[in-house]
């Protein structure tokens, strides 16, 4: 079978955001495996970002994940903050990606995310075994690497300048939804019952 993005093809944003918006499944007709193995982890970090700018454009919080196989480099799971969109409170990047790999090792796998994770997230992700992940922005958000590390997860920060801008744009655009994606809606509410008194 003939693939759109064969082990030639050049990575590029165009090709990484075909990436980011295919569903998982569906990988394997669009590339050759040996794509895979030349996507640095920039790459991989970027398709985390796009995934971030997906969930922007939808009107959520832009936070997106990537999960690859170590040994094969293969994308095994992908997805972004879908609190808005889905009307749910701990669907995150990163434990949609992980909802997205499925029932899998991931002791074997390196988790790119955009944004450094939540207590959720990070909790999950050191129950989970996950061996490596990737911290796009600790700009913007930052803390729990040390906890990561703590139970054993190799945590790099590879941070990233666009998805920094866009966090940070985000941030200062919708302030409520930021609060309530880290602290939950009881924020919002306790904000505004404090500016009614």
């Not at 944003?13 to 193995?37: K, N, Q, R, W, Y």
């Not at 969930?55 to 972004?80: L, M, Q, T, Y």
Request: charged letters at 25%; a negative charge; one cysteine or more.
């Amino acid at each position: 079978m003939t693939r759109l993005i064969d082990a030639e093809s050049e990575v590029s944003d165009a090709v990484l955001t075909v990436i980011a918006h295919m569903p998982t499944t569906s990988l394997p007709v669009l590339m050759e495996a040996g794509f895979c193995h030349r996507l640095a982890d920039a790459d991989l970090m970027r398709i985390a970002v796009l995934l971030a700018q997906k969930s922007f454009d939808e009107g959520g919080c832009p936070i997106g994940a990537v999960i690859v196989d170590n040994a094969s480099r293969w994308i095994v799971g992908k997805g972004h903050n879908t609190l808005v969109q889905e009307n749910h409170p701990y669907n995150h990047g990163e434990t949609a990606a992980i909802r997205d790999a499925g029932r899998i090792d991931f002791s074997r796998t390196t988790l790119y995310t955009s944004l450094s994770p939540c207590d959720v997230c990070a909790t999950l992700l050191y129950m989970r075994g996950f061996e490596r992940v990737v911290v796009g922005d600790v700009t913007n958000a930052a803390g729990n690497e040390s906890v990561l590390r703590a139970h054993g997860v190799q945590v790099d920060v590879l941070q990233d300048s666009y998805g920094i801008e866009l966090y940070a744009r985000y941030r200062q655009q919708r302030p409520d939804l930021d609060k309530e994606d880290w602290q939950g809606i009881r924020t919002i509410d306790r904000a505004a019952d404090s500016k009614a008194t």
